[in-house]
């Protein structure tokens, strides 16, 4: 299968999590999947609306696909991201609480949800995750996921995000790595580069579990597992690298 439209990027402001147009500064570039996956995007076109039953409930996979192509969810995965399209729509402008439980709600069924059918699927469901994650922080809403979720997550995106990268055909390999990654000054090695901003003892605590939670998984077993090192008890802002090496296709995470 081959649902991630990598030349069908939707704009991030990572500052603030915010969907933005395209060329405004600084924006990221991501790249939309199947009819539902992206910001903005739903019903296979930007600005689309997702259907619903007469009294605004979302419709079961099945009546979707009977409603045609640009409809149907071209997947399980794909399905999700209409469910969090049709709770989006009911909250609308600014974020607020709401919003942030129709987060916390897709961030729960990604985690449930075995991905690992097809890489690109399990690629872009370990980003999602993490991408609902990064906005529930940037809004200040990260307590409305519980703890136990928020660790529960954090390692099955990183499990997905493995298991992409590792079984990705070389030219989709390419693909992701160009969008998602940079290249470091070492050959056949990309990173992806974040920061972590704390104001607070009870979020610096939170921030060292879930980050410690996403170092055991990328690093079970290797002989640099060991905790990270998130700046803890002090709180502030620290800062961390995701990396990919293309030869041996292995993951590493840590503080920079």
């Known amino acids: 299968m081959a649902y991630i439209q990598w030349e069908k990027p939707f704009f991030v402001d990572p500052a603030t999590g915010e969907i933005v147009l395209a060329g405004t500064e600084g924006a990221v570039p991501l790249p939309t999947y199947g009819n539902y996956g992206g910001g903005g995007y739903s019903a296979g076109a930007f600005g689309g609306e997702p259907r619903t039953t007469l009294s605004g409930e979302?419709?079961?996979?099945?009546?979707?696909?009977?409603?045609?192509?640009?409809?149907a969810p071209r997947d399980a995965l794909d399905y999700r991201f209409y469910l969090h399209d049709v709770a989006s729509n009911d909250?609308?402008?600014p974020y607020d609480q709401e919003q942030a439980e129709a987060d916390v709600a897709l961030v729960e069924?990604?985690?449930?949800?075995?991905?690992?059918?097809?890489?690109?699927?399990?690629?872009?469901?370990?980003?999602?995750?993490?991408?609902?994650?990064g906005r529930l922080a940037l809004n200040d809403e990260l307590d409305t996921l519980s703890l136990p979720a928020l660790l529960a997550a954090t390692q099955d995106a990183v499990g997905d995000?493995?298991?992409?990268?590792?079984?990705?055909?070389?030219?989709?390999?390419?693909?992701?790595?160009g969008l998602l990654f940079e290249p470091t000054g070492e050959e056949g090695v990309f990173a992806f580069d974040f920061e972590v901003t704390t104001t607070s003892l009870d979020e610096e605590i939170v921030e060292y579990l879930a980050l410690n939670a996403l170092n055991d998984a990328v690093d079970f077993g290797e002989a640099d597992d060991g905790p990270l090192d998130t700046g803890l008890p002090f709180s502030g802002t620290s800062d961390y690298r995701l990396?990919?090496?293309?030869?041996?296709?292995?993951?590493?995470f840590v503080s920079v």
């Open 58 to 71: 979302p419709l079961m996979q099945d009546e979707l696909t009977q409603l045609g192509p640009l409809q």
């Open 91 to 93: 909250v609308g402008e």
């Open 109 to 133: 069924e990604l985690t449930v949800l075995d991905a690992r059918y097809d890489p690109e699927a399990s690629l872009y469901a370990g980003g999602a995750t993490f991408g609902m994650i």
């Open 161 to 177: 995000i493995r298991y992409g990268l590792e079984n990705l055909p070389q030219q989709e390999l390419v693909s992701a790595l």
């Open 243 to 252: 990396t990919f090496n293309v030869a041996t296709r292995d993951l590493d």
